[in-house]
């Protein structure tokens, strides 16, 4: 049969775009998304939703600023976890010099969107530092659309349990012990009086710290938002409302003075895994697990999840997500970012298998992995 010359084009073309199909992750490479560009979607998590998935993330620009928000929330969707298709900007930032507290130059880090099922809504919630003032304002912050891909309407941020105590938190602890607040930080008196409710006292009115962050959604659809407060010193873990936009008012601190930020939470056989790193700005360091049969814990501290060469800085990256794989029970992707704060656009993206040996979470580096190795638990994870 003869072909006319646009024919064999549209031939050839299909051609090409059939071989740039992405059949396997390669964490810390480019990764284009379907017009070729790399993802451009850090600190990201992803909303499993009819049958695709969604990535959400910073959209980071090139250069000094590139770290504040310049543009909003990128999102990306996908049908096999490899190939990813640009959706646009799902926030996008207020003007400049508009007032809006998510303005051009706010930062606006870590997003996660979860679908709620009671309003039909899609509710994200990110980390939001306010314009010009660095890190300290410390917010949680709430948008929300009618699809997936947005746009989303800003709602507003918030600073979580003001007012209210912690589960457990003793009487006696409700009281400011004499000279606590000239105690030196990282002594073991300091860090008993961080256990016992130092900065929780503190920030009780103006309601506690909220800067890197999750959320997660149980099996009960009821939703936690978990962020590193206190001075990124304690984690806690909030309750949201049924319509997953605001607080219940019920919290607890998880690892009291352990320093962690990134949070990452997953359930499998109805215990709690939560991966986190320690706090040294956007220098990696080595990752930390801990698991909890409650949300609400007791968390018993694990070790490192990371093995082998670099499980000393988890590849150089810093935990965003653990990502459930939908149809596959048990199986799940540890989502870290390897960020280049000098020019953030360029930040890689170590995504990889997470097993478990008993209740310790494990990663281990692999260049190149496919999700059949789910179906191999035991196999290495090599790729075709
Ligand atoms: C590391 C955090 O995990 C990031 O989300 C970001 O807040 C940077 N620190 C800022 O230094």
New binding site residues.
């Given amino acids: 049969m003869k072909k006319t010359l646009l024919g064999l084009l549209l031939t050839l073309a299909s051609a090409t775009q059939a071989q740039q199909k992405l059949t396997a992750f390669e964490p810390g490479k480019v990764w284009p998304d379907d017009k070729g560009t790399h993802l451009n979607a850090h600190?990201a998590g992803v909303l499993y939703d009819k049958g695709r998935y969604y990535l959400f993330g910073e959209h980071k620009i090139a250069g000094p600023r590139g770290n504040s928000a310049q543009v909003g929330v990128h999102c990306y969707s996908s049908t096999d976890l490899y190939n990813w298709k640009d959706e646009g900007i799902a926030l996008t930032v207020a003007p400049e010099g508009s007032g809006s507290e998510i303005e051009k130059g706010s930062v606006i880090?870590?997003p996660k969107v979860v679908f709620n099922k009671k309003t039909g809504k899609y509710v994200m919630w990110f980390h939001l530092e306010l314009k010009g003032k660095g890190y300290s304002a410390a917010r949680t912050a709430v948008a929300v659309s009618d699809k997936a891909t947005g746009p989303y309407a800003y709602m507003r941020s918030y600073r979580p349990g003001a007012g209210q105590w912690p589960l457990g938190f003793k009487e006696e602890w409700k009281q400011p012990a004499p000279n606590e607040a000239n105690l030196k930080w990282w002594t073991p008196e300091w860090r008993k009086a961080v256990t016992e409710g130092l900065f929780v006292r503190r920030d009780l009115q103006p309601g506690q710290m909220a800067?890197?962050m999750t959320v997660f959604v149980d099996d009960d659809g009821k939703a936690y938002n978990i962020h590193s407060s206190e001075e990124n010193l304690t984690l806690h873990v909030a309750e949201l409302t049924d319509d997953y936009q605001g607080f219940t008012g019920r919290w607890n601190t998880i690892a009291p003075a352990g320093h962690n930020?990134?949070p990452a939470l997953c359930k499998r056989n109805g215990k709690y895994y939560l991966i986190t790193s320690g706090c040294t700005?956007?220098a990696p360091n080595a990752a930390r697990s801990f698991v909890s049969s409650s949300i609400w814990g007791p968390w018993q501290q694990l070790g490192n999840p990371a093995t082998g060469p670099d499980a000393d800085s988890t590849y150089h990256s810093?935990s965003t997500y653990i990502l459930p794989v939908a149809g596959k029970k048990n199986a799940f992707i540890f989502m870290a970012d390897r960020w280049t704060p000098k020019n953030p656009i360029e930040g890689g993206y170590i995504w990889l298998p997470l097993s478990f040996e008993g209740d310790q979470p494990r990663l281990q580096w692999a260049d190149r992995w496919n999700l059949g190795v789910f179906d191999q638990p035991k196999k290495a994870a090599v790729a075709q």
């Fill in positions: 600190g880090e870590r800067r890197d930020e990134a700005g956007w810093q």
